[in-house]
């Protein structure tokens, strides 16, 4: 079974940072691109970054451009995201998804429940 397991949220002071991990399972995440996306409560889910592992291309965000970085372990089959001088609107639920998009995300492996982000002031 293809599956995506995200973990590493919690409770962050803004100003703080906190290191999030997509970890793949049923497939290898080197052959798909594999992206993050949050939910804040009442809003859309949206796009946050994205990373190729095989030609090395990322994305991000201009919201999070600069704070957070992608990237990939291969030999772990892992993806993270470093979020640094969290903000408290980067609060929300956040997501992994094989997928740079949020309507192609979610297709080939389901949505999972993601992990929670708050950041307070």
């Known amino acids: 079974e293809m599956q995506l397991v995200e973990s590493g949220g919690g409770l962050v002071q803004a100003g703080g940072s906190l290191r999030l991990s997509c970890a793949a399972s049923?497939?290898?995440?080197?052959?798909?691109?594999i992206g993050w996306f949050r939910q804040a409560p009442g809003k859309e889910r949206e796009e946050v970054s994205c990373?190729?592992?095989?030609?090395?291309?990322?994305d991000y965000a201009g919201s999070v451009k600069g704070r957070f970085t992608i990237s990939s372990d291969n030999a772990k089959n892992t993806v993270y995201l470093q979020m640094n001088r969290l903000k408290p609107e980067d609060t929300a639920v956040y997501y992994c998804a094989v997928g740079c998009s949020t309507t192609i995300a979610g297709l080939l492996v389901s949505w999972g429940q993601g992990t929670q982000v708050t950041v307070f002031s």
């Open positions: 990373i190729t592992s095989s030609d090395g291309y990322t």
């Open positions: 049923g497939f290898t995440v080197a052959d798909y691109a």
